[in-house]
């Protein structure tokens, strides 16, 4: 079904590009080679942005609230007028988070010809698609992959994020360990993903370097397990006093339940996959008390209200996970756009790193290797079944 | 010595949960040959038609045993009405045909029915409400051994012994083992194959149904994809008892919940799924049909 529409809709470029060309005055600043006679529409009226993420499979809650995010930012572009005089047009793939669709979904990307992709969501995914951007010299920007290699490692020119990296959670969850909570028996534990033993890998390697930490159990447990009695009994073991627990929130809600229930009095702190209200709805009053460090709270700023208030009036609903990042990422690219004059990948790229940009998050710029300068992590604590800034 | 307790009474709640499913598992091979891969789908259908049933029922303010008594019954009718036409739509055409169109159409069903419930319901995780009561008798133990998990424990040995019972001495049970002997001369006999086979969905998706509640009044959190690994484990654990022997994949998920349990406990949770294949491996070198499974003469 959604093949046929996808065919459904370039047909209908196809013809829309065909009736519109004698009108075509300016000539596209890229090359035309041979092959995009077969699209037509990627030179013709509109801009084409990708978004890419996970939006089916078990990670779905990560991955939609940014294709609604760009759809308001680029309604809000089309109604005044449109980029550099053109429509903007999103092309949605789905990665399921997995890095061998990624590249599939970043093939299709690259074959629709769009300018920039927003996405995609899991660093793991993002990471395998890199390549194929670079070699097509799509720039491509993150709401939520927060892996530092995709930024520090110097192999992805291309990649920009809106979200701060994971070792910096790291750094502010071993910190706040340390000096807030004053606790000395730390315990470990992640999902062996991508995301969650980067965080935890961070985690171990600052705590063995302040040498205030005693690191008395380090371990990765297998994510959508149906129990997790045996590492609860384990930490109980092991006499920590704390839990830091990289990973997403599905596996932290049964282990912050068991731990409850297994009358261990241990603090549980975790990240940004966890600080997600849908732990707080699964975990119920367990999760009370737990620590999470997520973005910076930005409640007051006047864009994310608008953004948040679209997405009320829209769906009824408060926005999920990564909203304002990714509206925040359509913002930057758009506006890269508009102020490079173009849509060509050194001058776009140039943009995003000197033009500052309001949104949602903040005033942002990107620094030379992508991450976004004026994007950082706060500790959250649920209180009385919410998320609350602490500090 | 406490820890081993621990980790021996954690192992068997495990084992006990991937038991419920795996005997749906191993009963529909025993009849039919096929690995039903919509399984895991039809015990999370359960558990979503529980979660339903219960939310709706707390709202009438009847009492959690009330709730957990009636939502059950539900999951399991409308689950075994899941089996039903699962079989009916996607296995029975193929009966005849190579073993392996049944099975490519049991993967299809699976992902058809996971994708089913993503758009029909959500894709979020959804917090099951606790329904199984904490007993008074349980509260000095409760932090090794909960209510629930005591529940889950008794519910799978019972099953297993009704099951074992049902097969060995009842009218369709005796069909049932004469269709999975030889379903042209079962059919020779008088006996409705098809009847016997859709009334093994039925029982196989009842018992998804109440491992779904269970399981997930355990976990407390559902989404559409907990059939999927639930399924994948549950299956492990046939394989290593017998696929088709009913004791056998008790035995199995007891025997593959020790071993992840005490994996994790003495060695390490990243080890955890090495340890568990490892010894699946082992057991099917040494008995290729695994502990309980009786080995197949070929007909040559």
Redesign the interface.
């Given at each position: 079904m959604k093949k046929l529409l996808l065919f459904a809709l370039a047909a209908m470029f196809v013809f829309a590009g065909c009736s519109q060309k004698p009108k075509e005055e300016a000539k596209p600043a890229e090359q035309a080679p041979a092959a995009e006679a077969a699209a037509p529409a990627a030179t013709g009226d509109v801009i084409k942005i990708g978004v890419a993420g996970a939006h089916?499979?078990?990670l779905?809650?990560y991955g939609?609230p940014s294709v609604k995010a760009a759809e308001f930012v680029v309604k809000d572009i089309n109604d005044k007028g449109g980029l550099l005089g053109k429509k903007v047009e999103l092309v949605v793939v789905d990665d399921v988070c997995k890095p061998e669709v990624a590249v599939s979904s970043a093939n299709k990307l690259v074959s629709e010809h769009v300018v920039a992709v927003l996405g995609h969501i899991c660093s793991g995914a993002t990471k395998a698609a890199m390549g194929t951007y670079l070699a097509a010299k799509i720039p491509v920007m993150s709401p939520s992959a927060t892996s530092p290699e995709l930024t520090k490692s110097g192999e992805y020119p291309n990649f920009f994020r809106t979200i701060a990296p994971d070792d910096s959670q790291a750094r502010l969850e071993i910190d706040y360990i340390t000096n807030v909570l004053k606790l000395k028996k730390i315990a470990i534990i992640h999902d062996?993903g991508d995301y969650g033993k980067g965080l935890a890998e961070f985690a171990k390697g600052f705590a063995e370097a302040d040498k205030k930490l005693d690191i008395v159990l380090y371990?990765?447990?297998?994510p959508?397990?149906?129990?997790y009695?045996?590492?609860v009994?384990?930490i109980k073991?092991s006499g920590a006093e704390v839990v830091l627990y990289g990973g997403y929130?599905?596996e932290a809600?049964?282990i912050v339940?068991l731990l409850a229930?297994?009358?261990l009095n241990v603090k549980f702190v975790s990240d940004d996959g966890v600080k997600d209200d849908?732990f707080i709805?699964?975990?119920?009053h367990y999760a009370e008390g737990v620590y999470a460090t997520g973005p910076k709270d930005v409640s007051k700023n006047p864009l994310a209200i608008e953004a948040t208030k679209k997405h009320k009036d829209a769906y009824g609903e408060d926005p999920g996970a990564f909203y304002l990042n990714a509206y925040t990422a359509m913002l930057a690219i758009t506006n890269a756009i508009e102020k490079a004059g173009s849509t060509d990948y050194d001058k776009l790229t140039n943009a995003l790193r000197t033009e500052d940009v309001e949104t949602p998050i903040g005033k942002i710029k990107f620094d030379e290797k992508g991450d976004a300068i004026g994007a950082e992590f706060s500790v959250y604590q649920v209180q009385n079944g919410a998320y609350v800034e602490v500090k | 010595m406490d820890?081993f307790l621990?980790?021996f009474l954690?192992?068997l709640?495990?084992g006990s949960?991937?038991a419920l499913i795996a005997l749906g598992y191993t009963m529909v091979y025993g009849i039919v040959q096929l690995i039903n891969f919509a399984h895991g789908e039809i015990y999370m259908i359960g558990a979503f038609t529980a979660l339903i049933v219960a939310s709706v029922l707390t709202i009438f303010g009847l009492n959690s045993a009330a709730i957990l008594v009636i939502a059950t019954a539900a999951a399991i009718v409308y689950s075994s009405a899941y089996g039903y036409t699962v079989e009916k739509i996607a296995y029975k055409p193929l009966r005849n045909a190579p073993r392996l169109s049944p099975l490519i159409s049991a993967i299809g069903m699976s992902i058809f029915l996971q994708?089913y419930v993503?758009l029909a319901q959500t894709?979020?995780?959804?917090?099951f409400p606790r329904l199984i009561p904490e007993f008074a008798f349980m509260e000095p133990v409760?932090?090794?051994f909960?209510s629930a998990e005591l529940v889950i424990v008794v519910t799978t040995m019972v099953v297993m012994v009704l099951l074992t019972v049902f097969i060995k001495f009842t009218n369709i049970g005796k069909a049932m083992r004469a269709t999975a002997q030889d379903k042209t001369m079962a059919l020779l006999i008088g006996i409705d194959v098809d009847r016997v086979i859709s009334v093994t969905f039925i029982i196989g998706s009842s018992l998804a149904a109440l491992g779904g509640v269970l399981?997930a009044n355990?976990?407390?959190?559902i989404?559409?994809?907990?059939g999927f690994?639930?399924g994948i484990?549950a299956f492990t654990a046939a394989v290593l008892g017998g696929i088709g022997s009913i004791p056998g994949a008790v035995l199995g998920a007891l025997i593959l919940g020790w071993t992840?349990?005490?994996a994790?406990?003495y060695v390490?949770?990243?080890y955890?799924?090495v340890f568990a294949f490892a010894l699946l491996v082992l057991i099917l070198i040494f008995r290729p049909a695994g502990l309980l499974g009786k080995s197949e003469t070929k007909k040559v």
């Open positions: 089916s499979g078990d779905a809650s939609l062996k371990e990765g447990i297998t959508g397990a149906v129990d009695s045996a590492i009994q384990k073991q929130h599905p809600a049964k339940t229930k297994k009358k849908t709805k699964v975990a119920g | 820890y621990e980790l954690g192992g709640t495990r949960i991937y994708n993503l894709s979020d995780f959804l917090p409760s932090h090794i909960s399981i355990h976990i407390g959190q989404n559409f994809y907990i690994i639930a484990k992840e349990s005490f994790t406990g390490s949770s990243d955890e799924d």
